[in-house]
């Protein structure tokens, strides 16, 4: 039996996580908490356990100009943990996430509050 490398044994016991890229979520805490404004969620970084949310966490880079680029100051979005986010379902409802077998027998994503299936 062969060795498993690293990067497949990263991949077997990768967390499962609850929120993924391009669904909606609100900011239920930190310094960016709004309850009432839906956002997407751009980015998932699985190791950390945090996301990059649009228009959350804005941080202000500042620039050196190059040969092909203008110096200047940047914003871009830094990563938000996962714990201060909570999903939204098709009705706009905060809800926790659920896991559980499909008639097919494959894991699907589900909303706890009203317990419909998440796409």
């Known amino acids: 039996m062969a060795n498993k490398s690293y990067k497949?044994?990263?991949k077997r016991f990768a967390p499962k996580l609850?929120?993924?890229?391009?669904?909606r979520v609100v900011v239920i805490a930190g310094a960016d908490r709004d309850l009432s404004r839906p956002r997407e969620v751009l980015e998932v970084l699985v190791a950390e356990n945090r996301a990059v949310v649009e228009g959350v966490n804005i941080r202000k880079k500042h620039q050196r100009a190059t040969e092909t680029d203008q110096g200047g100051i940047v914003e871009k979005a830094a990563s938000i943990h996962l714990s201060n986010l909570m999903l939204l379902t098709a009705d706009d409802q905060p809800t926790r996430v659920g896991r559980k077998a499909d008639d097919n027998g494959?894991?699907?994503?589900?909303g706890k509050r009203d317990g419909n299936i998440i796409k």
Request: charged share 55%; hydrophobic share 20%.
């Open 18 to 23: 609850k929120i993924k890229k391009g669904d």
């Open 106 to 110: 494959k894991l699907v994503r589900y």
């Open 8 to 10: 497949d044994k990263q």
